[in-house]
């Protein structure tokens, strides 16, 4: 599903330069359920960024699905990201001022659905993460756990091909992260290919292999005995 | 543009920001709000001053003389000064080519006229044809005195609309027999003035006429002159002021009058005062028009600086919509489109109210100098265009701004 060969990615600021990843290499099938762990500074936000297509890497190659990822203009990425991607972020992300039915339709917007079907796809994937009585509800009326499976609902509208979290239980208590993680495995158990940045060790143990980073190189890399969610919940 | 799943999609984000959108649209509503009922009442002072002066002909240069204040080559002052036909003549033939129409008057103050057991008293000016002119008189019915009546001197008589009410109620008044002070006129036509009722209590009658039957032999009481009408209106100001100003001194030098007296004879030049009112007008004006585009600029600005809030406010909701697939131009499309829907409406809306209240105030207001206010409604369009082209232009710069950021920039931006 995603090949990376060689990756190096430098941020310029003025005359320094910060070589923030230098030479990735690694591969994800699909199905496969991956934690990118690493102490901030390691380079573990940047990869997320550029398997996301949100930046680009300086050097090196990225197949996403077969597809190479190579010089990327606006519009190309924005439909690559409408196809391939779902995202899900620490701070949810959800546009405050719309339902939580309509959050989850919005990337079926842009992917030019009618109406009438992204409002049935998009109830499909709220009944999913168990929020259907919630669908007209704004974000600011749902709790943090239910922000979060809004906006996994919403990663998942456009049936992606790999869904990227970007510490999704970072701003949740122990419990709701617990019932997150639950949600993702089980997504992952469908057959999704879902790629974690955690920097906690908890819920790195609830995918099935670990990416460790550090100073921009991969310094571990295995499998793990998946620990299920359902049991702490 | 016409994508109905885009126009939802806006509809939506507007009605879900009441508050936004009501604060844009009122800045816009109001500017051209004011717009329109300043350029209206503008347009209404001018309708207003212009209607004072079609009362009679504007390019008129009226002459009457009085006592004289000062002496002059041994005269003394307190002389009564008195025109006579001979002056009119003269100054007639002198101008020919600058008038257009002249008339001398002999007038009589509440002169007894009745018809039956109806008498009133009014003015009965003795006139020439072109005094007709000189009022801007229409006829209702029949004719107005013309170069027969004064050659033959008869005894015809044109009276005013009002005068016909007061003496021949529903009577056709053409060729019955009038009498003033017990001599038999002939009416030969009714006339309308725009001057009013005060005007059309009048009667005239041929000057010739009014000499003789009054006794006054070949004394008359006033010259009447328009002066012919350049393109030009400040050459035409120009010409009935070089004539007016020669016609006083003329008169001045025939009757031994000193150039220093202003009170013997006395040129009024209704041209010269119209310019000064009309340029009067015209500054009111220019300072509506101030005073207006200031307005709109401040719409403008207002505008603007709500896009820019907008915007700012909305990074984040843009990067998560870039992360969702949106395409930058889609971005700043749906920025545009939304400042452009609330402006063009919000515009209009203020336009359709502000023309509202000139159409239903506009007629109760009663006042000479303010008339029939209006605006030109393709002027009043092109603002509200001009207004949404700004806005959109206010609009399309933090717009494309916002939309070239990484949305992974635009997330973080907490």
New interface residues.
């Given amino acids: 599903m995603i090949q990376i060969k060689d990756l190096h990615k430098s941020y310029h600021m003025g005359s320094n330069s910060l070589h923030v990843l230098k030479g990735i290499n690694f591969d994800v099938k699909e199905g496969e359920l991956v934690s990118i762990m690493g102490s901030s500074g390691s380079g573990k936000s940047t990869l997320l ?1 550029i398997l ?1 297509m ?2 680009e890497a300086d050097t090196g190659n990225y197949t996403l699905d077969n597809v190479p990822i190579k010089g990327l203009n ?2 190309i990425a ?2 690559y ?3 391939f991607l779902g ?1 899900v ?1 620490q ?1 949810f ?3 405050n ?2 339902s939580a039915l ?1 959050n989850v339709s ?2 079926l ?4 659905i ?2 009438k079907e992204r409002t049935d796809r998009a109830m499909h994937y709220l009944e999913k993460v168990g929020l259907a009585d919630w669908s007209h509800h704004l974000p600011s009326e749902l709790s943090g756990g239910q922000k979060q499976r809004v906006a996994i609902a ?1 990663a998942l509208a ?1 049936d992606p091909k790999v869904l990227l979290a970007d510490e999704p239980t970072g701003a949740l208590d122990t419990k709701t992260s617990y019932e997150v993680m639950e949600l993702i495995q089980g997504i992952n158990d469908e057959g999704k290919t879902i790629l974690v940045v955690t920097h906690e060790h908890d819920i790195a143990q609830m995918t099935k292999r670990i990416v460790n980073l550090k100073d921009g190189i991969i310094i571990d890399d295995s499998k793990v005995e998946q620990v299920r969610a359902s049991q702490y919940v | 543009m016409f994508d109905i ?1 885009r126009w ?2 806006i509809f ?2 507007l009605s ?2 009441k508050l936004r959108t009501f604060l844009t649209g009122l800045s816009v509503a109001s500017g051209i709000f004011i717009l329109v009922i300043l350029l209206g009442f503008s347009k209404g002072i001018e309708n207003g001053v212009k209607s004072q002066f079609e009362r009679d002909a504007t390019n008129l240069i009226t002459v009457w003389t009085g006592v004289t204040t000062k002496g002059y080559k041994g005269l003394n002052p307190g002389r009564y000064i008195q025109m006579k036909n001979d002056n009119f003549d003269m100054i007639s033939q002198k101008y020919e080519d600058n008038i257009e129409h002249e008339t001398s008057l002999f007038s009589i103050w509440g002169a007894e006229i009745t018809y039956k057991n109806e008498t009133v008293n009014y003015q009965v000016r003795g006139a020439m044809p072109g005094h007709q002119f000189i009022e801007n008189a229409d006829m209702e019915t029949g004719r107005f005195v013309n170069q027969a009546d004064l050659d033959e001197t008869r005894k015809v008589a044109v009276i005013g609309r009002k005068l016909r009410q007061d003496l021949f109620k529903d009577e056709d008044p053409i060729n019955k027999s009038i009498s003033i002070f017990g001599m038999n006129f002939k009416v030969i036509g009714v006339f309308i003035d725009p001057g009013g009722e005060r005007e059309e209590q009048q009667a005239y009658i041929p000057i010739t006429t009014s000499q003789k039957v009054f006794g006054a032999g070949d004394n008359i009481r006033n010259m009447l002159f328009t002066v012919k009408m350049s393109d030009d209106f400040d050459e035409a100001v120009a010409l009935s002021q070089n004539m007016a100003n020669s016609v006083e001194n003329e008169i001045k030098l025939m009757h031994t009058v000193s150039p220093d007296d202003t009170s013997a004879v006395r040129v009024f030049n209704t041209l010269d005062k119209a310019k000064q009112i009309y340029s009067l007008v015209a500054t009111i004006q220019a300072v509506f028009w101030f005073v207006g585009i200031g307005t709109i600029i401040a719409g403008i600005v207002g505008v603007g600086n709500i896009m820019l809030i907008i915007v700012k406010e909305r990074t ?2 843009i ?10 131009m ?1 971005i700043v499309g749906m920025i545009l489109q939304e400042a452009v829907f609330v402006t063009m409406f919000a515009g209009l809306f203020g336009l359709i109210f502000g023309l509202g209240l000139l159409e239903l105030v506009g007629p109760q207001i009663e006042s000479d100098f303010i008339k029939y206010p209006q605006v030109n409604f393709n002027i009043a369009l092109t603002t509200v265009f001009l207004l949404v082209f700004a806005g959109a232009l206010a609009g399309f710069i933090p717009a494309y701004r916002a939309a070239k950021i ?3 920039v635009a ?1 973080r931006d ?1």
Avoid: V
């Fill in positions: 960024n996301g949100l930046d606006e519009k924005a439909k990201r409408n196809e995202f972020f701070s992300n959800l546009i001022y719309k309509d919005m990337p917007y842009y992917k030019g009618k109406r919403r456009s | 799943e939802q999609e939506e984000t879900k920001n984040k909701e990067g998560i919509r870039k992360a969702l697939g949106a395409l930058p889609s990484k949305p992974i997330l907490e």
